[in-house]
Nanobody, 125 residues
Framework: EVQLVESGGGLVQAGGSLRLSCAAS????????IGWFRQAPGKEREGVSC????????YYADSVKGRFTISSDNAKNTVYLQMNSLKPSDTAVYYC??????????????????WGQGTQVTVSS
């Protein structure tokens, strides 16, 4: 059974930092790219950042470029999302998801096969 478990969310003041983790099990980690998505109340799901372990390629949404960094520890089957300079507009439930490696670091949520349960990130002003 494939499981993706997010952790690291919480409440932080604007300008602060959080590091999200996505621990994967039940799949061959090297065969998948991992993406981070977020959804705020009343808004559509947004692709935030993605990474392909195959070639190290990454994707960042324009809204997070320069503030968020995605990384992968293949030995631990874990992907991290370091979020710095957080803004109230970053408030959302953050989900990680896995997609077959052939799709690459794609922000298209429809491509993803497996999803975690989500972790809440709240940034206060």
């Amino acid at each position: 059974e494939v499981q993706l478990v997010e952790s690291g969310g919480g409440l932080v003041q604007a300008g602060g930092s959080l590091r999200l983790s996505c621990a994967a099990s039940g799949l061959t980690f090297d065969d998948y790219a991992i993406g981070w998505f977020r959804q705020a109340p009343g808004k559509e799901r947004e692709g935030v950042s993605c990474i392909s372990s195959q070639d190290g390629s990454t994707y960042y949404a324009d809204s997070v470029k320069g503030r968020f960094t995605i990384s992968s520890d293949n030995a631990k089957n874990t992907v991290y999302l370091q979020m710095n300079s957080l803004k109230p507009s970053d408030t959302a439930v953050y989900y990680c998801a896995a997609v077959d490696i052939v799709a690459g670091a794609t922000p298209d949520a429809e491509e993803y096969d497996y999803w975690g349960q989500g972790t809440q990130v709240t940034v206060s002003s």
